[in-house]
């Protein structure tokens, strides 16, 4: 089964380059380290337009520029070739993003105060809920994650020879689980931060609020390790040349872009008073209904297609082979 032709478009654009999920890992790391690099400027010379993208919103903490760094140090250099140098940077640094991350976590959950909040910059805009410098539990968390992911991605483990419509449970697989779970917990800030809803962006009135400008650049890393070990893991089954890698390539996007901006719209015309909101919520319901008809449908189309591609393909092979036994005047065989 052939890729898909927006896939095989996309992959001719990198030809000269090496596997394009290689490509989008570099990309991604290369602009997760510029985040940090570029947050860690305006913390040193005080320019707010680099540490919070919206104005008067919340701004990106150092420590967390620094582990945007050493995760995309990490990530880059596990796109590279595999030398023992490498290795060890690439797990030395995603070895001190879980640690950065679970020692935050320990000062929010036994209210130690261990001295690295502040220790590369003061932080002038801390408010009285919240430890200035600190960065939000979520963050932290993601960081835990990220780091735990990015180390068992570098282990050097054989690549299994099973199936393409086989899953094996290795460091990979667990790994890929680990950055999607942050990516999700990135991906709600952004939802939230649409949405004003301040409770997921902020766990709790005593923590720190993850920034927006965090929260994309988590999606983006966690992108990144997701494409990093694509043909491996679970991710194996989005890019398999199997019918289902191909369905999944197409539905995904639909899937995580038609539900959020259609309930981005519904929203918006409730705060407007347009409707009200059990009328707010039977129109989400039927709107999902109605997607997920859609894509069934879709989905039914292309099994057809395939189905139909797979039965003339085995016509055309028998044919020959009927009329070879008519000229001999023996009966054909039943394949």
Not at 6 to 33: C, Y
Not at 86 to 93: E, L, V, Y
Request: hydrophobic share 50%; charged share 15%; glycine share 8%.
């Amino acid at each position: 089964m052939q890729r898909s032709r927006p896939f095989t478009r996309l992959k001719s654009w990198f030809a000269p380059l090496d596997r394009l999920d290689l490509q989008v890992a570099r990309i991604a790391s290369g602009v997760v380290m510029l985040a940090g690099c570029l947050v860690l400027i305006g913390w040193t010379l005080n320019l707010a337009v680099l540490t919070s993208v919206i104005p008067g919103a919340a701004a990106t903490k150092a420590n967390t520029a620094v582990c945007f760094l050493l995760a995309g140090i990490s990530l880059s250099f596990q796109t590279g070739k595999r030398t023992r140098l490498a290795t060890q940077i690439a797990n030395g640094c995603a070895i001190a993003v879980s640690t950065i991350g679970f020692l935050t976590l320990s000062e929010y959950l036994f209210g130690w105060h261990l001295g690295i909040d502040e220790l590369l910059v003061r932080d002038p805009v801390a408010t009285i809920e919240s430890e200035p410098g600190r960065m939000g539990i979520n963050s932290e968390i993601d960081f835990s994650l990220v780091g735990i992911a990015l180390w068992l991605a570098n282990r050097q483990e054989p690549q299994p020879s099973q199936p393409q419509h086989r899953v094996k449970l290795d460091s990979i697989a667990i790994s890929q689980s680990l950055a999607t779970v942050a990516g999700f917990v990135a991906l709600q800030a952004v939802v939230s931060y649409a949405y004003n809803v301040r409770v997921f962006y902020q766990l709790s009135m005593f923590t720190t609020e993850m920034a927006f400008q965090t929260a994309i650049v988590f999606v983006v890393l966690c992108g990144g390790m997701l494409a990093l070990s694509s043909d491996r893991g679970f991710m194996r089954s989005l890019t398999s040349d199997l019918v289902g890698g191909d369905v999944a390539r197409r539905f995904v996007p639909i899937a995580i872009v038609v539900p959020l901006v259609l309930g981005w719209l519904i929203l918006r015309g409730h705060q407007a008073n347009y409707y009200d909101t059990n009328f707010a919520f039977s129109l989400m319901s039927i709107s999902l209904v109605a997607i997920l008809l859609g894509l069934i449908g879709l989905n039914a189309g292309i099994l057809n297609r395939v189905d139909d591609d797979r039965i003339r393909s085995s016509d055309r092979i028998r044919l020959p082979t009927v009329g070879y036994a008519n000229e001999r005047g023996t009966a054909p065989t039943c394949p």
